[in-house]
């Protein structure tokens, strides 16, 4: 299957700071999708991109479609304790069509 | 709109139990998804269906495991026969129109094998 890797892995942060991750893949995506995950909960959407290049912004979470459709970008400004939680990519490859391909998460702790 | 809805969520069984999972999608949407999650990972796919046809499934799939969705509503996914490395979370997700469109998640079932 379609291999995502999703870097850093874990990130401890100050509250306030900005942070940013991204996700990065050997094929060409269609849509790029960002969730939040908390524990024993499912994940929630933040973020959908459907274009090349297109920046996207919900709140304090601005999400990239890198230019090349093989990557994706989210950056988390002016971190909050809430923030804590497990941010996840997501993405459909352009020949595949039916099936998002899941990144393996950046764990962020927010420290007060 | 009461989201994806996932019952129950925990259970405990024995190996060599079968165990059934419900999931109730978002109530318009026409596509509904199964995915399995381990500690650590990413959502894996498992299977998805459009309205009431089953269309994909993945390799992870096996024989023991089976979903159904009978009038494009809710669904329910079996597993058979459960195995300890069947622990895990399962997670429904469903979403209107098209596969670009985003999937919705319900908060999962958590399975756990003595």
């Known amino acids: 299957g379609q291999q995502l890797n999703q870097s850093p892995q874990s990130m401890f942060i100050q509250e306030g700071e900005d942070v940013s991750m991204n996700c990065t893949s050997s094929?060409?995506?269609?849509?790029w999708l960002w969730y939040k995950q908390d524990p024993g909960e499912g994940p929630v959407l933040l973020i959908a991109?459907?274009?090349?290049?297109e920046l996207t912004s919900n709140g304090r979470l601005t999400a990239q479609f890198g230019i090349t459709r093989k990557d994706s970008f989210l950056n988390i400004s002016a971190s909050i304790p809430s923030d804590v939680g497990i941010y996840f990519c997501a993405g459909l490859p352009r020949n595949t069509g039916n099936q998002f391909y899941f990144g393996t998460g950046t764990s962020l702790t927010v420290i007060p | 709109d009461t989201g994806v809805s996932q019952n129950p969520r925990h259970k405990i069984t024995k190996r060599g139990q079968n165990v059934t999972f419900r999931c109730d999608p978002i109530?318009?949407?026409?596509?509904l998804y199964w995915y399995r999650q381990t500690l650590g990972q990413g959502p894996e796919f498992l299977t998805y269906f459009q309205n009431e046809a089953q269309l994909e499934k993945s390799r992870l799939l096996s024989d023991r495991f089976s979903a159904e969705r009978p009038k494009g509503s809710f669904s329910t996914l079996e597993i058979q026969r459960t195995e300890q490395g069947d622990s895990a979370m399962y997670l429904c997700?469903?979403?209107?129109?098209?596969?670009?469109?985003?999937?919705?998640f319900g908060d999962g079932t958590r399975l756990s094998i003595l």
């Open positions: 109530s318009e949407h026409n596509r």
């Open positions: 997700a469903s979403s209107w129109g098209s596969a670009t469109q985003p999937q919705h």
């Open positions: 094929s060409i995506f269609n849509t």
């Open positions: 991109l459907y274009k090349a290049g």
